[in-house]
C-alpha cells in the first residue's frame, strides 16, 4: 500500500534527522520559502503523480527549533476526447455527435503548522517534524458536445465536487546555503487527512529559501 510504505519512510527520515539536532544551530531567525515538484496521491482511483508547488514562513524559537506555516498544492487534468459518436436510446439510435469532450480535473490544497527539530553543519541544514493542518480536495468532471443531430442536444455539463477535512503532516527538509541570504531546498511531505487516511498524499519538492533576519 502506497500511503503505508511513505508513512514508513517517512518516520525513518525523522529519525535519521533528529540526532542531528545536537549539531551547531543554523543562522536564519526568519525565512520564506517558495518551491515545486511531484506529488503522488494515495487514493486507488487516482493512479497518477500530478504537480504541485509549496510555500511557507519558517521561524526560530530557539537554537534547534523552528515552527512553520506553509500552504500548497498539487493538480491534475485527464480528459479524452470522441468523434462521431452515436447515442443510444431505449429505441435504438437517437443521434450522433461530431465531437464528444470529456475532462476532469483534481486539485488538492494543503495549510498546515509545523513545529521542526533542527541543526546545521557547515552550510547544510536537516529539520525535520510535523504538525497539524488542513487539506481540501476539489474534483470537477465537464463534458462537452460539439456538432449534434438528430435528437441529440448540444449541451455541456459539469460536476462539481469539494471535501475538506483536519489533517497533520510529516516532512523532512535538506537545506542548502548558497549565498548569506539565499539557499537551496529539498523536502519530503506527508499529508494525511484525519478523515481518510488513503486520501492523503506524498511529495517531492524543491526550492528556494530566502532569509529575511
Known sequence: MRCARQIVLAAVALGIAMPIAAQDPPQERVSVSAGG????????????????WTAGVRMATSDHVRVEV??????HSSGEVRTNVTFQGPNGPEGTVDRLTQRTQWVTSAYGFN?????SSGGVTLSAGGGPGFMQLHRAFTQTLEGCHGAVSCTSYTNRFSNG????QAV????LAIAS??????????VIPTRDVGSGHGAFLGGVRIRLM
Do not use: N
Open 172 to 175: 523532512v527538509t535538506l537545506d
Open 37 to 52: 515538484g511531484i506529488a503522488d496521491p494515495w487514493h486507488g482511483d487516482l493512479q497518477f503523480q500530478a504537480a504541485a
Open 181 to 190: 541570504r539565499v539557499g537551496a531546498f529539498g523536502q519530503y511531505q506527508i
Open 115 to 119: 513545529v521542526l527539530a533542527s541543526g
Open 70 to 75: 506553509f500552504a500548497g498544492e498539487w493538480r
Open 165 to 168: 477535512a483536519l489533517s497533520v
